[in-house]
């Protein structure tokens, strides 16, 4: 059996902050949870996430004979914040490499150098990509609690980080970690929300989320909407922001995350982007993702407001 020890040792090898284990069963505890959620429409039009039900509760369901759940994090908080400082302005997760790619290819990597050893383990690797519920097993693996803004925080690195998983037909070492929650009666990141989305404590409504207004809802936002866009074109970091945690939070270096051209890009040159330009500037990023038509229609609008 792999001990945490190794599994930590190899996801650090490989560029990850934090890593834990857990062992795989059915999120049994979070079922009425959600589907209370998703009967009250807070997906909005996500109707993805009301699919697959079973899939986000059992992880054997999505790796046959799955075992072990390994968690891992990456820190985004590299001390840069370009685009995210002047309207309009772009969530800083955005700003950097698509973390869908940098984290599988080192997910993907991590299960190569487990294979040097156990050559027949079988295993899949998942960011925010399939009905796989990471916090949950984030804080299962004792790497931080889910918060009032319903962020995953970790003590040393914050909520600036990505979350990913290698689920895996071996067994491994568990964590031992049982992290409590240490939000406390910090109501911070409620009370910031422009948009009063954050409904009650690890609880949101996505019709009111900036990050889904911006990126997510496909229709037209209406006048309201728009007004309380508070300068954001893509994403939202309001939230995470005020978070004290986020405030004593360490910084990382990651060279392989970092856009460098994006260091000099003026956000104001949003609005006058073609289509080529924009592509060139964020082709390698998670903007592309709202689409080059919305996200100049946004800045435009926030530009013109200023």
């Not at 856009?259 to 964020?282: G, I, K, T, V």
């Not at 998670?286 to 530009?303: D, H, N």
């Amino acid at each position: 059996m792999l001990s945490i020890v190794e599994i930590k040792r190899i996801a650090n090898d490989v560029g990850f902050q934090a890593c834990g284990v857990s062992s795989v069963e059915r999120l049994a505890n979070l079922e009425n949870f959600y589907t209370q959620w998703l009967s009250n429409g807070n997906h909005a039009t996500m109707k993805y996430m009301a699919r697959n039900l079973e899939l986000r509760l059992n992880p054997a369901a999505l790796v046959a004979g799955a075992k072990s759940v390994i968690s891992v994090l990456l820190s985004y908080n590299t001390g840069d914040m370009p685009l995210n400082t002047k309207i309009p302005r772009i969530a800083r997760y955005a700003t950097r490499v698509d973390y869908h790619v940098l984290m599988k290819k080192r997910l993907w990597k991590m299960l190569e150098i487990i294979r040097e050893r156990y050559p027949d383990v079988k295993g899949r690797a998942f960011v925010d990509s399939a009905p796989v519920m990471e916090r949950e097993w984030a804080q299962r693996a004792g790497l931080g609690w889910i918060g009032k803004n319903s962020c995953l925080i970790n003590r040393d690195l914050g909520s600036f980080v990505f979350i990913g998983e290698l689920i895996v037909d071996i067994d491994i070492e568990i964590s031992e970690v049982d992290e409590r929650n240490r939000c406390g009666s910090c109501t911070r990141c409620i009370d910031a929300c422009p948009t009063r989305a954050i409904v009650s404590p690890g609880v949101i409504d996505a019709r009111k989320c900036i990050s889904y207004l911006t990126i997510e809802k496909k229709d037209k936002l209406n006048q309201d909407e728009t007004s309380r866009l508070q300068g954001w074109c893509f994403g939202c970091d309001i939230c995470q922001e005020v978070c004290p945690w986020n405030k004593k939070a360490k910084l990382v270096e990651d060279g392989e995350q970092l856009l460098e051209h994006l260091l000099s890009l003026d956000s104001s040159r949003l609005a006058e982007m073609n289509e080529e330009e924009f592509n060139e500037w964020f082709g390698l990023t998670p903007v592309p993702r709202a689409g080059y038509e919305r996200v100049k229609m946004l800045a435009s609008l926030l530009t013109d407001r200023k």
